[in-house]
């Protein structure tokens, strides 16, 4: 055992030999004593990626769709009222939850005259991409469309 009262320097130092790649040192107590673990899991807190899609002078029904980044789950607001009197509502969302990864959502709109709506889903591990559209002015259900890669 070895007490020191001041400061240690030392040229070398060895952990034990239960000391493994991945573990931590964990305090056991408030007097210093410790082990190595496996740290406890916990998952990082959710990113959102968000998309945009202004409303055209005809229908001015601009819509939000926002996406967790770590579950691909996606929720989509639009409003109904015009610019002058905003009136958020909630709209069909194209994307339900799917396996844990990074996402990112991409979402682009054609109009005035065709006013649809187009949002791709991008899984940033595997690189597979999901495609789905809808009218922005009378869309209830997103329509799933050829991946452009």
């Known amino acids: 055992k070895l007490d020191v009262a001041g400061t240690i320097r030392a040229t070398g130092f060895q952990l034990p030999t239960s000391a493994a790649a991945g573990k931590v040192l964990t305090a056991t107590n408030n007097l210093g004593d410790a082990t190595w673990q496996t740290p406890s899991g916990g998952s ?24 967790n980044t770590l579950t691909g789950a996606t929720s989509c607001v639009r409003n109904v009222a015009g610019y002058s009197n905003p009136a958020w509502t909630t709209a069909v969302s194209p994307f339900g939850a799917t396996t844990n ?3 990112a959502l991409l979402c682009s709109g054609v109009g ?13 591990t595997t690189n597979a991409m999901e495609c789905k559209h809808f009218s922005i002015a009378n869309g209830t259900t997103w329509t799933t469309i050829a991946s452009p890669f």
Do not use: D
């Open 44 to 67: 990082p807190a959710p990113a959102y990626s968000t998309a945009s899609i202004p409303g055209w002078p005809e229908n001015n029904y601009p819509t939000v769709c926002r996406m």
């Open 101 to 103: 990864g990074s996402y």
């Open 112 to 124: 005035p005259a065709l006013n649809y709506m187009t949002c791709c889903r991008l899984n940033n």
